[in-house]
């Protein structure tokens, strides 16, 4: 198994050009900044926004890389997690091009610290949902919790947090089963919190999807 692992791009500029590109780099309002996150900012931009410091934030991109393949190569299970509404479709593209579990519906309260309700469900769901004569709607709501998470049989292995402000509560179920926490990281958090931080931009979708693209590459990357 590769320990170190190289993000796709040859030239050091190139990675910088990206994290440019797609807005990587651009946090909050310097109100809204945690000031916790003093110390990976460079400054401010014209509009008064946080600017993160590229080389730690590609340097933060990198460790969470490379703890995502070594999950991978042990044969971990990696549940990703995003509830709000314009990250639905990203957090479904990541966990069918990965094959792993994924929320990106609604957090169900207790879903890791009540595990054994939770796998019932998962399982009642796999066995007797299409059976069930429920109505359109009940049907629906179902299905949007439980799809993404029809082949999680375990706790998993870490977890993967597109917003961190979005989804507080699942942090909280994490840390309290020892649960290693990936996150996207913006100026707003506290990065206790959180194992593995990737700082960057997670209030926007275009560096979301970048982030996506590269978890991908992560997990079909032969190691």
Do not use: C
């Amino acid at each position: 198994m590769n320990t170190q692992l190289s993000l796709p791009f040859k030239r050091k500029n190139l990675i910088e050009d990206h994290f440019l590109r797609y807005k990587v780099f651009l946090g909050n309002k310097l109100k809204f900044t945690n000031p916790q996150t003093y110390e990976v900012i460079s400054g401010l931009n014209f509009a008064g926004n946080s600017i993160f410091d590229i080389e730690k934030s590609i340097a933060s991109l990198k460790r969470a890389l490379n703890f995502i393949q070594k999950v991978q190569a042990n044969k971990g299970i990696i549940l990703f997690i995003g509830t709000r509404p314009d990250l639905k479709e990203i957090v479904k593209y990541v966990g069918s091009k990965t094959n792993s579990p994924y929320v990106n519906d609604r957090w169900l309260k207790g879903l890791l610290t009540n595990w054994e309700n939770t796998s019932n469900s998962i399982r009642f769901y796999n066995l007797f949902f299409k059976k069930l004569g429920l109505r359109a709607k009940r049907k629906k709501k179902i299905m949007d919790t439980f799809l993404g998470l029809k082949t999680l049989k375990k706790l998993p292995d870490a977890i993967f947090v597109f917003d961190v402000n979005a989804d507080i509560d699942v942090l909280k179920e994490a840390k309290s089963l020892n649960i290693p926490i990936i996150a996207i990281s913006d100026t707003n958090v506290s990065l206790n919190d959180i194992d593995y931080p990737i700082l960057g931009n997670s209030g926007s979708i275009l560096p979301l999807a970048f982030f996506s693209n590269l978890i991908i590459s992560t997990f079909t990357k032969k190691v």
